[in-house]
C-alpha cells in the first residue's frame, strides 16, 4: 500500500465516507510563473527599460549617449533626458528617426512606439 493510498483511507475513515484521491500538480517551472506575473505587476516595461538603458551607448554612440540618457519607458514612448538644448534641437530635428528605427529594430515596435526629449 502506498502512503498515499494509505492517506485517503485513513482521512475517507476519519470523515465517514470515502473520497477519490486526487492530487494536483502544485509545482511550475518559475519561468512560467514569472512570465504570467511580470505584466501583471507592470514589471515588463520596467524590464524592457532597464535593458534599453544598457544598450543605449551601443546604439546613439558614445557622445551622444554622455549627453542624453533614456528616462523612462511608459505606454510605448521613451522618455530620454537631455543635457543641452543644441544637443536637443541636434537629436529631434536630425537623429530622431535614425536612432527610433535602430531601438524598434532591437527591441520591436510595440516596445517602443515613440521618442519623446526633454532637457533635464
Known sequence: MTPETLRAR?????????EPF???ERCAP???????????????ERLGEEQIKQAWSGIVGDFLASHASPA?????????QVLQPSVRYELERNWKNEILAKLQARFG?????EIKFRIS
Open 109 to 113: 515596435k510595440k516596445t517602443i512606439r
Open 10 to 18: 485513513v482521512l475517507a475513515e476519519w470523515r465517514g465516507l470515502e
Open 22 to 24: 486526487e492530487r494536483r
Open 30 to 44: 518559475v519561468g512560467d510563473i514569472l512570465e504570467k506575473l511580470m505584466p501583471r505587476l507592470g514589471l515588463g
Open 72 to 80: 523612462g519607458l511608459s505606454g510605448g514612448v521613451l522618455r530620454i
